[in-house]
């Protein structure tokens, strides 16, 4: 019988192989000699791959077996990276590079771990990345993922409005989400994702464990989804906040949400136009707004109130999920009812999260992080300091709210350290900065804001 291996003691990740076949993908992975990790990804009734895509798919399913192994990475962080088929050229190299650098940056500080430098995938010294792949003439219709939050939803509604042919798509088996991609009355496409088993047994076994990119799995997932099913876009819902930090240490930034921001979206969307299909469109439509502008879309988007939920314990592979759609005490239950405070009657509010977390003390500490008061920003997929200190500065000025207990603690004791001309709500309603959304998509771009 082999020993368990001990993963934080191994020296070589291995890449092993990956494969496809009547609608199942699996991702193969090892920690030097030890047993295979094997991830699956289900790609429902698919149909024939024609021989114009199969060179994009085989190119896009590498990637994908290239992208997804940083769950199984992270367990050892072994200095040795290996990858049978094959060294990479330069731009694939530089990408995953920079994922798995800054998508473990988390992961890493939470660990005590310094990754730089550790990390090099082996390279031909083939430069690529500048000759546009072959267009594929894909069918002009968009995948539109839906996370089960407002995000994605406001970004359904928007395509929807514009008229665009368009899919609901998730990965994974969450019911709400289903219920959410139901509720969009988009045709719907549902992906299944099962990680490597062997995984669970590494982390009982002492692995390192911690946040991974998940948005970029997802991204690589969808990317294979596109070529197979034939669509010309993928337009994520990933917010401008998403760029920003969640903290500096030692001079290097720490976001929780790095694959949801625009650097990991530039890098990925010229590396498809580049190895994968000119054609093929990867974006986020909500780059140039900010979490509060997001809310106030979504505010108007009532039918949606029963079904979303943006609080992440929901999504947990393993163990109970919450008895209620939000559990009321974790930073994304706390972020989401603030920013939306502004834009909806409080009774509404209220309803939708069967309490208030305002005039709950017990929240005080979570709140004071949100707004960067004594503490840095959660680690959660949360708006900026900034943006969190406008909304509950706009609530202090408002009757139905300034005594509850939280909102009435911010008006005595943080808003005089504050700079109130810095405490706008409007500045944070316009649209700002760049976005990668292709031209026939910007009537959605528009309806957003
Ligand atoms: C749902 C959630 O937040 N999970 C994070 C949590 O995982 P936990 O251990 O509490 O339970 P499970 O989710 O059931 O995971 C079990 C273990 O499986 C491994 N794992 C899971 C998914 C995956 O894609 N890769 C994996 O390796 C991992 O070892 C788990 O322990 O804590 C974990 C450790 O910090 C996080 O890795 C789990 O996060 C999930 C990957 C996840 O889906 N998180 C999203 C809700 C999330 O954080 N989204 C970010 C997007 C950031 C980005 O750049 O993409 C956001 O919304 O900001
Ligand atoms: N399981 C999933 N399958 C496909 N896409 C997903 C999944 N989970 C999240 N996403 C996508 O990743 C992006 C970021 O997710 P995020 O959680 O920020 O959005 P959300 O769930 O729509 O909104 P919220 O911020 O309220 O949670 C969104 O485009 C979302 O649709």
Redesign the pocket.
Known sequence: MTQPIQPRLTQVFHFVRHSYADGVAELVYAFDHGEELIERVRFPAPPALTPERKHAFDAALKLLHLIAGI?YY?AGVPPKLEVADGPLDDATADLLEALYLH?LAEFAYRNGLDLRGRIAFPRSGEPSGKVEAPVLHLPKRTLVPIGGGKDSLVAAEAIKQMGADAAAVWVGNSPLIAACAERTGLPTLNIQRE?APG??EL?RLGAW?????????NSAILAVAAVLYGYDSIAFANERSASAATLEYEGQQVN?????GFTFERLLSDWLHTHVAADLDYCSLLRPYSELAITRAFSKLAPYFGVFSSC??N?????PKPADRWCGQCPKCHFVFLALAPFLPKPRLLAIFGRNVLDDESQAAGFDALLEYHDHKPF??VGEGAEARAAMYALSQRPEWQEDALVARFRSEILPQLDASRLALEPWLQPAGEHRVPARLHAALAAIG
Do not use: D, M, Y
């Open positions: 769950s992270k998508g990680l995984l669970f982390n464990n911690g946040h991974i990119p998940v948005t970029a799995v929780h949400q790095w694959s949801k992440n314990r999504f947990k592979i393993l163990g959660e997929c």
